[in-house]
C-alpha cells in the first residue's frame, strides 16, 4: 500500500470542501455543530490555504486513490508559540485502521521542522486513542499533552486536549 500527501492545488479547492463536509458531519457528533441553511456545515478558513502564507492543504492518497486530507497551519489554538499546528486531519473509514493514519501523520510532521501543536476533542474516543499512540511514537516519548486546556472551546463548550512537541528533536 503506498501512502502519499499531495498538496491539494487552488483547482482542486472543490475536492477538499467536499471531504471537509464529510469531516465536519462526523465532527458533529462531539461538538454538536449546526449546519447552515443551505444544509451544509462550511469550513469559513478554506479559502485562506490559497491567499496566506503557511497554511498547507494536503490530500492523503493511497495507492492513487483519494483518502482524506490533512491541513497544516501556524495558528496555535493553545496559548503558546509553536511553529505549526495540524488543524484538520480526517481519514475516510475505507482507509481507517490499516495504517493510512499514521502514515499520513508521520509525513505531515517530517514535512516541516520545528515546534507542534495539535488539538483533540477528548470526547472523540478513536481519535483520543488514535493521536496518543500516534504522538508517543513519532515523538518517542518527547511530547506534552495538556487535557482541558484553557481558552480551546469546541462548539459544545468542551475543552481541547493539546499535544506540543518539537519534531527537531526527534529527527536529531
Given at each position: ?103 499520513a501523520a508521520f509525513k ?6 520545528g515546534r507542534w501543536q ?26 506534552r499533552l495538556i487535557e ?25
Amino acid at each position: 500500500m503506498k501512502i502519499e500527501l499531495q498538496e491539494v492545488e487552488l483547482e482542486e479547492k472543490e475536492i477538499l470542501k467536499n471531504l471537509l463536509e464529510k469531516y465536519e458531519y462526523e465532527f458533529s457528533q462531539w461538538t454538536n455543530k449546526e449546519v447552515n441553511k443551505l444544509g451544509l456545515y462550511g469550513y469559513e478558513y478554506l479559502d485562506y490555504y490559497w491567499t496566506e502564507k503557511r497554511r498547507y492543504p494536503f490530500f492523503i492518497m493511497v495507492d492513487g486513490q483519494l483518502a482524506g486530507f490533512v491541513m497544516i497551519n501556524d495558528f496555535p489554538e493553545a496559548d503558546e508559540e509553536v511553529d505549526y499546528v495540524i488543524s484538520e486531519f480526517f481519514v475516510m473509514y475505507k482507509y481507517r485502521r490499516l495504517g493510512v493514519g499514521r502514515v499520513a501523520a508521520f509525513k505531515a510532521f517530517d514535512s516541516f521542522s520545528g515546534r507542534w501543536q495539535l488539538k483533540r476533542h477528548p470526547k472523540n474516543k478513536a481519535s483520543v486513542y488514535f493521536w496518543d499512540k500516534v504522538v508517543k511514537e513519532y515523538t518517542k516519548g518527547d511530547y506534552r499533552l495538556i487535557e482541558g486546556y484553557m481558552d480551546t472551546e469546541y462548539e459544545d463548550g468542551t475543552l481541547g486536549d493539546v499535544f506540543f512537541f518539537d519534531n527537531r528533536k526527534v529527527k536529531g
